[in-house]
């Protein structure tokens, strides 16, 4: 099961019309994907950082799918003698 991150704050929750349509995409996300781990409100220094992270990772990603082309590359010119 994938983990799906709900994050809301500033104007989604600045009035009562804001926060029942969050409620609304909260409940369809239960109904979806069947569990919520964990909902809090976060702060923007908080969704930068998750933000940041993502990107890093995204890019550990890349490098480790450049690098396993590499090694095939590699590999499929070696002549293995037996």
Same mark, same amino acid.
Request: zero cysteines.
């Given at each position: 099961?994938? /983990?799906?991150?709900?994050?809301?704050?500033?104007?989604?929750?600045? /009035?009562?019309?804001?926060?029942?349509? @969050?409620? $609304?995409?909260? @409940?369809?996300?239960?109904?979806?994907?069947?569990?919520?781990?964990?909902?809090?409100?976060?702060?923007?220094? *908080? /969704? *930068?950082?998750?933000?940041?992270?993502? $990107?890093? @990772?995204?890019?550990?990603?890349?490098?480790?799918?450049?690098?396993?082309?590499?090694? $095939?590359?590699?590999?499929?010119?070696?002549?293995? $003698?037996?």
């Amino acid at each position: 099961m994938k /983990t799906l991150v709900m994050k809301f704050g500033g104007a989604s929750v600045a /009035t009562s019309s804001h926060f029942a349509m @969050i409620a $609304k995409k909260i @409940i369809e996300a239960k109904q979806i994907n069947g569990k919520i781990e964990k909902l809090e409100k976060q702060t923007a220094m *908080n /969704t *930068n950082k998750i933000i940041e992270l993502e $990107k890093r @990772i995204t890019d550990i990603i890349m490098k480790m799918r450049d690098f396993e082309e590499w090694v $095939k590359e590699a590999l499929s010119k070696i002549e293995y $003698k037996q």
